[in-house]
């Protein structure tokens, strides 16, 4: 079976940039999630999806970050303009449905300069 | 805000003997998960533990759950070179969301 997919690993970016990180989770998995994660910190939840709708976004900074999950499948996050205090990793995971264990992606580690 | 903490935040100990992680969640949860994650890696799932069970086993795993102090333990025994990671607890908490919150993280080194 295979896992979740995200690209890019890396990128690194100068400031008030734009970005976008893709993720292709596990077929026939309803709930994807976003998380950053901070050096040294624990995975934030940025936004849930259940199929194709957003269940919680409540901690996403909707100024400059957005995301989407077309056809509930595959889902993008992106940030504009990028600030110093974005760099993280990105991790995108997903679960058959609530309540089961999550699945995670390698995630894309971002550097802004 | 994270919803779970993990205590210590950071544990060395001799291959062979056991490790024992705990996290302290704020809220009444429908299941806790405890996850790791090696350096350089993505999260790797453990163990889930539901909120009406106590004990669960998997393995060299062993996770304890009490709701009323709302805590939850990883034991790992026998330990590992190869166990050496960040383990993390996760709540799923009772909110109409279903959101799966992590906590802070503790790392475990293991000295062969």
């Known amino acids: 079976e295979a896992g979740v997919a995200q690209s890019p690993r890396y990128k690194i970016i100068e400031k008030r940039q734009s970005v976008a990180f893709w993720c292709n989770p596990i077929s026939g998995h309803a709930t994807l999630y976003w998380y950053q994660q901070i050096l040294g910190q624990g995975p934030k939840l940025l936004i849930q999806?259940?199929?194709?709708?957003?269940?919680?976004d409540s901690q996403l900074p909707k100024d400059r970050f957005s995301a989407e999950r077309l056809k509930g499948v595959d889902s993008t996050l992106k940030i504009q303009p990028a600030k110093l205090e974005d760099s993280a990793v990105y991790l995108c995971?997903?679960?058959?449905?609530?309540?089961?264990?999550?699945?995670f992606g390698q995630g894309t580690r971002l550097t802004v300069v | 805000s994270q919803q779970g903490e993990e205590d210590p935040q950071a544990l060395s100990i001799q291959e062979g003997e056991n490790a024992t992680m705990n996290c302290s969640y704020k809220?009444?949860?429908?299941?806790l998960q405890w996850y790791r994650q090696n350096s350089g890696r993505g999260l790797v799932h453990l163990i889930l533990?539901?909120?009406?069970?106590r004990e669960k086993h998997s393995g060299r795993l062993r996770v304890t759950l009490d709701t009323s102090k709302k805590s939850s333990s990883l034991l790992i025994t026998a330990s590992r070179a190869a166990d050496t990671a960040s383990y993390f607890c996760a709540t799923d908490i009772q909110t109409g969301a279903n959101n799966l919150f992590f906590g802070t993280g503790t790392r475990l080194t293991v000295i062969p």
């Open positions: 533990i539901r909120s009406n069970e």
């Open positions: 809220t009444s949860i429908n299941n």
């Open positions: 999806f259940q199929n194709n709708g957003v269940v919680d």
């Open positions: 995971a997903s679960s058959l449905i609530v309540n089961t264990e999550a699945f």
